[in-house]
């Protein structure tokens, strides 16, 4: 059975259709246009992917640096509230006295335990005796280290006054030349 098309009028079979599609037509300019079209549309594409990895390769790279950073601040904290913590049970009297410790031999192990913590504690406490309590001031205290000596804080300097009425010009002189030297 042959089935019919009508066209303008004119009737053709599909047999006519089908020997006319086999054979090779001419590329029209319109097609020749939509094909380099297609070309740049396809490299634009591929700047746009490349542009897109980038960014991607930028982000994750930054996430990392942010991931490390905070991780490093997370061990850092921790470094200091167990330096804290060890302090405390030497019996230190002012946790500011923290700060002329040198943290370099302190940190944080593999399995989480502070390293370095007594042997800071100790140092601090022989060289600065007066930042800790007496043992016997402070029940319950552990040592952390034999003190070589207790000493006590150093006294501040008392100030001293002097009356300008009642000094000679030169000792006022002197007195004025000292004071503005500081």
Known sequence: ???????????????????????????????????????????QLRLVQGERDAILTSAHRERDLAVSQAREDARQRIVQAELKAHALRAGIVDLDGLRLADLGGVSLGEDGEILG????????????????????????????????????????????????????????????AKLLSR
């Open 1 to 43: 059975m042959t089935d019919v098309v009508e066209h303008d009028g004119d009737v053709a079979a599909d047999d006519d259709v089908s020997v006319a599609a086999e054979q090779p037509r001419a590329v029209t300019d319109s097609e020749k246009r939509l094909r380099q079209e297609l070309v740049r549309a396809r490299q």
């Open 117 to 176: 913590a007594e042997e800071t504690i100790a140092t601090l406490r022989s060289d600065k005796p007066y930042l800790f309590a007496a043992a016997a001031q402070a029940p319950g205290v552990a040592e952390v280290a034999a003190p070589r000596r207790l000493h006590a804080a150093p006294a501040p300097a008392t100030p001293r006054t002097v009356d300008a009425r009642t000094l000679s010009r030169e000792a006022w002189q002197a007195e004025r």
